[in-house]
């Protein structure tokens, strides 16, 4: 015995035509402005100046050479550690308040290093200026 056969459309299913006159809708496209430009500047500058700067600690710093590397590791580590909670933390707040509270503890770290009476008070410094670093960069451009 035959199977029984079925009955087949013969003509495609209809597609749903574009609606006329429907512009092309292209994902918005930002540039970075200059506010964060001059952060992320300061940022990356800040470890290139502190490396520059390491013969000169090491001679007017009265700690051994472990304390002056901790002044540039400080920084690096701290601003490398936190490089994904920094963005999440972004994402959910907000860029923008992210970036001015990383401004305001990058410059606290640089204000207490500047009156620092000693190298542990340095190496702190340095490591507030590291977590405030890391959020003044992001992690990509949208």
Same mark, same amino acid.
């Given at each position: 015995? *035959?199977?029984?056969?079925?009955?087949?459309?013969?003509?495609?299913?209809?597609?749903?035509?574009?609606?006329?006159?429907?512009?092309?809708?292209?994902?918005?496209?930002?540039?970075?402005?200059?506010?964060?430009?001059?952060?992320?500047?300061?940022?990356?500058?800040?470890?290139? +100046?502190?490396?520059?700067?390491?013969? *000169?600690?090491?001679?007017?710093?009265?700690?051994?050479?472990?304390?002056?590397?901790?002044?540039?590791?400080?920084?690096?580590?701290?601003?490398?550690?936190?490089?994904?909670?920094?963005?999440?933390? +972004?994402?959910?707040?907000?860029?923008?308040?992210?970036?001015?509270?990383?401004?305001?503890?990058?410059? +606290?770290?640089?204000?207490?290093? +500047?009156?620092?009476?000693?190298?542990?008070?340095?190496? *702190?410094?340095?490591?507030?200026?590291?977590?405030?670093?890391?959020?003044?960069?992001?992690?990509?451009?949208?």
């Amino acid at each position: 015995m *035959a199977p029984p056969t079925r009955n087949l459309p013969t003509t495609p299913p209809a597609t749903k035509p574009p609606a006329p006159n429907t512009p092309h809708i292209k994902a918005p496209t930002r540039q970075p402005s200059p506010v964060m430009c001059l952060c992320v500047t300061l940022v990356v500058g800040m470890v290139s +100046a502190v490396n520059l700067a390491i013969p *000169a600690l090491s001679r007017s710093a009265p700690g051994s050479a472990e304390s002056v590397m901790w002044v540039v590791d400080g920084y690096v580590v701290f601003f490398a550690c936190l490089l994904i909670p920094g963005g999440a933390l +972004a994402d959910r707040l907000g860029r923008k308040p992210v970036l001015a509270a990383g401004m305001g503890l990058f410059t +606290a770290g640089c204000v207490v290093c +500047a009156v620092a009476p000693g190298i542990g008070t340095v190496i *702190a410094g340095r490591v507030v200026s590291g977590v405030g670093a890391r959020r003044c960069c992001r992690r990509r451009w949208p």
